[in-house]
């Protein structure tokens, strides 16, 4: 599915403009991000290695950016940003499926493919995290204006939420998550690569 996604934004880049991007691929991106809560189950189930400290907050990030700035609010479908974002999560997702399919049907990745998985990150990474920022960021004046997901008092529950201050305690997780996850995949990319070596 991200390969989908990334052939088809490159071909509406073609053909016609950034504008249409999100049109194009929402279909094959809301299903490929939802379905990538597997892999938060899969780590607490030890289906897979990867610890779900560093995958619930990825997972998360994304399917907060996917369900719940673009599909909620249309405004923010034409931005640039949308572009950025969907070409740093399909190529992430390309390398690094690909990477564990080889892993997982040979034993073994060619040692260029082992590169790209731990070295691509450090251009996607920012490129993702800055355009999730920014799409968030962009999305507050239509968050405030038009109240969606607001529960207001007084209710049964006794209960307010306020969807425009979340999304702003949610900006406010980007800035010591992002550096932590950022170093994090810094050793994992350092531990890989010379385990390579020694190989």
């Known amino acids: 599915m991200a390969f989908q996604v990334l052939f088809l934004t490159l071909k509406t880049l073609k053909e016609s403009s950034h504008e249409h991007v999100y049109n194009a691929v929402e279909k094959p991106l809301l299903l490929a991000q939802s379905a990538a809560v597997l892999e938060i189950i899969h780590?607490?189930?030890?289906?897979?290695?990867?610890?779900?400290?560093?995958?619930?907050?990825?997972?998360?990030?994304?399917?907060?950016?996917?369900?719940?700035?673009?599909?909620?609010?249309?405004?923010?479908?034409?931005?640039?940003?949308?572009?950025?974002?969907?070409?740093?999560?399909?190529?992430?997702?390309?390398?690094?499926?690909?990477?564990?399919?080889?892993?997982?049907?040979?034993?073994?990745?060619?040692?260029?493919?082992?590169?790209?998985?731990?070295?691509?990150?450090?251009?996607?990474?920012?490129?993702?995290?800055?355009?999730?920022?920014?799409l968030i960021y962009f999305a507050l004046p239509y968050l405030k204006a038009s109240e969606k997901y607001c529960v207001r008092m007084p209710n049964k529950l006794n209960f307010s939420f306020d969807y425009y201050y979340a999304a702003i305690v949610t900006l406010g997780f980007y800035v010591p998550g992002s550096p932590h996850l950022y170093s994090y995949m810094l050793s994992q990319r350092k531990r890989a690569l010379s385990k390579s070596k020694k190989e």
Do not use: D, N
């Not at 996917?66 to 599909?71: C, F, R």
């Not at 999560?89 to 080889?102: A, K, M, P, Q, V």
């Not at 892993?103 to 996607?124: C, D, I, M, N, Q």
């Open 43 to 134: 780590g607490l189930i030890g289906l897979v290695r990867s610890p779900v400290s560093s995958t619930l907050p990825q997972i998360g990030s994304r399917l907060y950016l996917t369900w719940g700035i673009l599909y909620s609010f249309p405004e923010m479908r034409t931005h640039i940003l949308v572009t950025s974002l969907v070409i740093s999560w399909s190529l992430t997702e390309i390398i690094r499926y690909s990477f564990f399919g080889l892993k997982e049907a040979f034993g073994f990745a060619p040692s260029w493919h082992l590169w790209l998985r731990y070295s691509t990150f450090l251009v996607l990474y920012p490129t993702g995290i800055s355009s999730e920022v920014g």
